[in-house]
């Protein structure tokens, strides 16, 4: 008989009619049923069913993924708006800082409303308002390769050991300057070349103003 090319046939030379049989089975590297092959006629093929061979050879496929992710931060610049008016003047002044962090810092306003002589016929009144402005800035470092960029903090605080921070378990801190108080704050240094992250200090002005009215 012919065979696929994944089995062999076992005897089946010289075999004669009406009865001769000779079997055809799976080759090396395959599993599969022999099976009978019969010999009816004379200078005819030989009759049967091939066998159903299947490899006994596993292949394994393996998929490797890998994500990288980036991470980014951003430094929006500060505003200022003042408002004046004839009796009362404000200024006010905000700065969103590395984090997404806000710290704003808002003016005291001392008014004085003096009142002059008078008499059955008029009345002069005189009212006067002083101003005073705050504001917020900050300061950029290039720090060398490798490190954290210290953190941008308000006028009203200021860095204590924020340079040659190294990642990923640095860190430095933000205090309140002299004339403030409020607690520290820790910044944390977690990737190479990237600005340290925290949340500024509350400072509040430790000088009193004071208003008087006469």
């Known amino acids: 008989p012919e ?15 009406p009865s001769g049989t000779c079997m055809v089975r799976c080759k090396v590297g395959y599993v599969g049923t022999p ?14 069913s091939a066998p159903s061979c ?31 008016t004839v009796t009362i003047a404000t200024s006010s002044t905000s700065s969103t800082i590395v984090a997404a962090e806000t710290m704003t810092s808002t003016t005291a306003t001392a008014t004085s409303t003096s009142s002059t002589e008078s008499s ?23 720090p060398r390769p490798g490190d954290c960029y210290p953190p941008e903090v308000a006028m ?10 190294s990642p990923p378990s640095g860190t430095c801190m933000v205090r309140c300057k002299v004339g403030y108080v409020g607690t520290p704050t820790t910044y944390y240094c977690y990737l190479a070349d990237d600005a340290m992250e925290g949340s500024a200090p509350s400072c509040t002005s430790s000088t009193t103003t004071t208003t008087s009215t006469s």
């Open 120 to 142: 059955t016929t008029w009345t002069s009144s005189t009212t006067s308002a002083s101003t005073t402005t705050s504001s917020t800035s900050s300061s950029t470092t290039t």
């Open 3 to 17: 065979v696929a090319m994944d089995a062999e046939t076992d005897g089946c030379s010289l075999v004669s009619p």
């Open 54 to 84: 299947t490899s006994s050879t596993t292949t394994t496929t393996s998929t490797s993924m890998t994500t990288a992710t980036s991470t980014s931060s951003s430094v929006t610049s500060s505003t200022s708006t003042a408002t004046t």
């Open 156 to 165: 009203d605080a200021e860095t204590d050991g924020c340079s040659l921070v």
């Open 35 to 48: 099976t009978t092959y019969y010999c009816y006629l004379a200078d005819d093929a030989m009759e049967g």
